[in-house]
């Protein structure tokens, strides 16, 4: 099986190289491909799927749509930015939703996705916030707010997270070791994929005498960026070049 694995291009109309680089890779590399996997922050953000006709979103959502027909299987794992994208998008682009964490296996190797903020346990104020709005009665409530209302809190609760950053350190913003050694152990024993945190890395845990690889994935710039799975290993990889290979 061949798989590829994407996160955090936050697309959005201020971002068009990342628009760009995205249908090229869908119509480059994702083709060759069997399975591709969206690990969250596809989007910049997501206002609801009754804003899927805008020019971006209905463009994304008719070339997702094109690589789905074409034979590709698509799978979208929300993230912090655009989890409130629902089934209808997710229909109309021919992918399915999963959960987080998702449990999947690629040739017999048992691989835990994620969009990663999760494990950034040492965020506390996110934390709290995070459990707030997946809350399913909160996203209920806030969908059925008009959506100009919602895009205008939207761009507010980012102005106010992108204030926070600045007086959060790296540190605290970065997963947590227990956290992810508790979620590995969990699971057996995995390699991890997850974004989030924006520090592409190959990361090896030792937990309970079982070694696991957990690859951070990603943000883009411009460029293609992914996690390629070719039926033997890893390899990340910008554009069409392999930066890293490991299993």
């Not at 999963?98 to 690629?106: E, K």
């Amino acid at each position: 099986m061949s798989a590829l694995f994407i996160s955090d291009l936050h697309l959005s109309e201020d971002t068009p190289e990342n628009t760009q680089a995205f249908l090229a890779f869908l119509d480059g590399p994702a083709r060759a491909a069997e399975m591709l996997y969206i690990l969250g922050d596809l989007f910049e953000y997501w206002a609801g799927d009754d804003d899927a006709e805008t020019p971006l979103n209905a463009m994304v959502c008719e070339s997702l749509a094109a690589l789905s027909a074409s034979g590709v299987t698509i799978a979208f794992l929300p993230g912090n930015r655009d989890f409130l994208l629902g089934e209808a998008f997710a229909a109309a682009a021919g992918m399915r939703i999963l959960a987080d964490p998702t449990l999947i296996d690629l040739d017999g190797r048992p691989v835990l996705l994620s969009h990663g903020d999760i494990l950034c346990t040492d965020d506390q104020a996110y934390q709290t916030y995070r459990r707030q709005v997946r809350d399913p009665a909160w996203q209920t409530a806030f969908l059925n707010r008009p959506l100009g209302e919602r895009k205008h809190l939207i761009e507010s609760l980012r102005r106010r997270s992108e204030s926070a950053k600045l007086e959060k350190s790296m540190e605290i913003m970065d997963v947590n070791d227990s956290a992810v050694e508790a979620l590995l152990r969990g699971n057996a024993y995995p390699t991890l994929i997850h974004g989030h945190t924006h520090r592409p890395a190959r990361h090896a845990h030792r937990v309970d005498e079982h070694t696991c690889a957990r690859w951070v994935l990603s943000d883009w710039h411009g460029e293609a960026t992914y996690l390629q799975w070719n039926g033997r290993e890893f390899s990340a990889r910008i554009g069409h070049k392999p930066v890293a290979k490991r299993t």
